[in-house]
């Protein structure tokens, strides 16, 4: 019998998610515990351990697994990568530190940007040149190299960058520095510009070939410690790793290229959520994924996320494009704040409160989590405002600490700023929440896009929980939560589809483009990605060929489709309309003058997996739990019904206020919502503010009155 076992295994900052599905036994079986900071192998292992155990799988049966983590963001942040060292041309290396010359923002006076991965003592030049039309200027001083080499080695480098220029158009200098690098310092590992980013601008192409070595030590190690933590668990499944731009790759690929792993974890939330997207039936979705330590926002339209080919990573103000490092790849296109379930709350030095970016993780935790956190955090203030319950998190496993949290919010926040406990946990969750809602208009608006024309997809450990007051502050309608939401990034992993991206710079009006170049690098990409893919069936590929282009004398590029059949001088018209109607697409207009193309690009693409989010715990019981008290953003404290997500009958209609647990999330809905069923146990949600209008409940010595109105304002529909 083949096997027909997946995993899927997504490390967060503070809990690792995983999801085991069975087609065969039509098994979706979720797992969610801490993340182990020190070693995230850990987690990985004790959570497959577990999977396979609660499920009756032997490990033969896995067919394969796939891996998403933060690891790669979470060096870069905390600056733990390797002591690199970075071969330019002569007279080039101050170029890391001097970027594109231009101030983030022109208002502060003592802004820095992100300092470069590389010190000026590790960046050397050496002797050789390569002309922008990809012909040598200087042969390559090779005993130069050799000397500079052993320079940075004797300075102790880990690992070695080589961005030399104009390689884009001719890799010949950086091929022969790698084979004399290989020769004389066997160990050391070596990044290529040419082969990470080959596309033209050496800035952003040597901070892309820098920040891959920066981090390629440490991904390996990791890698092949899962690699060979599976092996002695008796699975010798393919080990596949997400991809930033929502696809998946070799182990062995990760490992040459992991910046290209850099939003590894955050895109798989986007495509799970692009595929929920396309089962409903929904075109324009705004993704928002809250997990433990930061929020991240996408918009899904088509039941695809959108994609670009340039990143930021590391900024030093989230907000504030240019103050972090270039990055070269291609990314699913959202936006992350440091808005978390394990954000820490507390006023600033003028008294104001202030909610993240820093988070308390998986180690200490939140003070509920009764860990060792001292420091009151989103998670606590939910648990105040009776959004989670203490004694069923995490089904029960993890119970969860009130008192405390409820002493600690008191002297950390409620305490310093002359509040009421429970009004500062209301504030805590008020400033979290238009956190995210200014940060979503922002993306949104960058895109020409109005939040009230998309429904709102919930998902994340944390996100299902602050959907309803995000939906309210962003005027959307209508809040969709699938069943596990709270692993739902484990579920795009088994989603995804085998992807390789590749690109080319050959910089040209397009009226003067030799065609005969372009197919030898369209011929070059599609070998190199049908190596990767190795289909089966010729008959399965995806193939999407597109170009960045621009009006001569821009700086900033779009990207066009470009059919193949288009990919020569019998397509310059179409080529150019399909050109000018994406630029009127996004700014508007469309100008006179001649159009440029820079670079070329190629998608391949293997079909992916549908995969349901519908339940497959056990049924039987009760679906309602009781009534409970929750505290809803604009209504204040009322009695909600609590729902057992597992027993909802499909096709059921509810009306709030109501509360929906399952083991790895909760969802709160205040009075003038109607919640529907679907098939799948995915919550469709109808906000109305005409409905069910109820005002605030007001505290009273000895307990909390409730208006009538409050005490009826659920029911089935």
């Not at 155990?53 to 990568?81: F, K, M, Q, Y």
């Not at 978390?340 to 308390?360: M, N």
């Not at 040209?508 to 065609?515: G, I, N, Q, R, T």
């Not at 109808?686 to 209008?693: H, I, K």
Request: with cysteine; net charge negative.
């Amino acid at each position: 019998m083949s096997r027909t076992v997946r995993i899927g295994v997504d490390v967060g900052g503070t809990f690792t998610d995983l999801l085991l599905h069975d087609p065969r036994r039509g098994l979706v079986w979720p797992g969610k515990l801490p993340t182990t900071p020190h070693a995230p192998n850990e987690a990985v292992t004790a959570g497959i351990v577990r999977l396979l155990e609660e499920t009756s799988t032997a490990p033969g049966d896995v067919a394969g697994i796939v891996h998403g983590t933060t690891l790669v963001t979470n060096t870069l942040l905390e600056r733990t990568g390797a002591v690199v060292g970075l071969l330019t041309t002569s007279g080039f290396s101050d170029s890391l530190e001097m970027g594109r010359e231009t101030r983030f923002d022109t208002t502060d006076l003592l802004a820095r940007p992100a300092q470069p991965l590389v010190p000026r003592h590790l960046r050397l030049g050496i002797p050789g040149r390569i002309a922008a039309d990809g012909s040598e200027l200087e042969p390559l001083d090779e005993r130069a190299v050799l000397a500079v080499v052993r320079d940075l080695a004797d300075q102790g480098i880990e690992a070695l960058a080589v961005a030399l220029m104009h390689s884009y158009r001719n890799a010949g200098h950086e091929h022969r520095v790698r084979d004399l690098v290989a020769w004389a310092h066997p160990g050391l590992p070596v990044t290529l510009s040419s082969a990470v980013a080959p596309v033209i601008g050496e800035y952003e192409r040597a901070g892309t070939a820098c920040l891959n070595a920066y981090v390629q030590p440490l991904m390996s190690r990791h890698l092949d410690g899962l690699r060979d933590d599976l092996t002695a668990m008796r699975i010798d499944a393919p080990l596949r790793i997400m991809l930033s731009g929502g696809g998946v790759t070799t182990l062995e690929d990760a490992k040459r290229f992991p910046v290209r792993l850099l939003e590894s974890g955050p895109a798989a939330g986007a495509i799970a959520a692009a595929a929920v997207a396309r089962t409903l039936g929904e075109q324009d979705v705004v993704s928002f994924d809250m997990g433990g330590t930061t929020a991240k926002i996408a918009v899904v339209q088509g039941g695809r996320p959108r994609l670009k080919h340039a990143f930021e990573a590391g900024r030093v103000d989230k907000f504030k494009p240019g103050s972090g490092l270039p990055v070269r790849l291609t990314v699913v296109d959202m936006i992350e704040i440091g808005s978390g379930g394990g954000s820490i709350a507390a006023p600033d030095a003028l008294g104001l409160l202030k909610v993240g970016p820093r988070s308390a993780g998986s180690v200490p935790g939140p003070v509920a989590y009764g860990r060792g956190g001292e420091r009151p955090t989103v998670t606590d203030a939910d648990l105040l405002l009776g959004c989670l319950d203490a004694e069923n998190f995490l089904g029960g496993e993890m119970r969860l600490r009130t008192r405390e949290a409820h002493k600690a919010l008191t002297r950390e926040v409620a305490g310093p700023l002359g509040l009421d406990t429970a009004d500062a946990a209301a504030g805590i969750v008020e400033v979290v929440t238009e956190s995210m809602a200014a940060a979503a208009r922002m993306h949104l608006s960058e895109q020409g896009k109005d939040p009230a024309g998309f429904a709102l997809l919930a998902f994340g450990g944390a996100g299902p929980a602050h959907a309803y007051g995000l939906a309210k502050s962003l005027k959307i309608s209508r809040v969709i939560v699938p069943m596990r939401a709270g692993v739902m990034s484990a579920c795009g992993l088994l989603a995804a589809a085998p992807t390789v991206d590749e690109v080319r710079s050959l910089p040209s009006p397009l009226a003067d483009v030799d065609w005969d170049l372009v197919a030898a690098l369209y011929d070059e990409m599609t070998s190199r990605a049908t190596e990767m893919l190795q289909p089966g069936d010729p008959e399965l590929v995806r193939v999407h060929r597109s170009a960045d282009m621009r009006y001569l004398g821009q700086g900033f590029e779009i990207e066009v489709s470009v059919p193949e059949r288009d990919l020569g001088p019998a397509g310059l018209e179409r080529i150019r309309t399909v050109f000018e109607s994406t630029y009127r697409g996004v700014f508007g207009r469309s100008l006179d003058g001649a159009v440029e193309v820079v670079n070329w690009r190629l998608s391949m693409q293997l079909p992916g997996h549908e995969l349901s989010t519908g339940g497959s715990r056990a049924r039987g019981g009760e679906a309602g739990r009781g009534v409970r008290s929750v505290h809803f953003p604009g209504h204040g404290l009322l009695e909600a019904t609590v729902w057992n997500r597992y027993e909802l009958t499909p096709g059921t209609e509810l009306a709030g206020p109501a509360i929906f647990e399952e083991r790895e999330s909760s969802c709160s809905f205040g009075p003038d919502c109607r919640i529907r069923v679907t098939d799948d146990l995915t919550l469709v949600v109808e906000v109305d503010r005409a409905l069910n209008p109820v005002s605030p409940a007001v505290p009273e010595e000895g307990g909390v009155e409730q208006p009538p109105e409050a005490k009826d304002a659920w029911r089935p529909v």
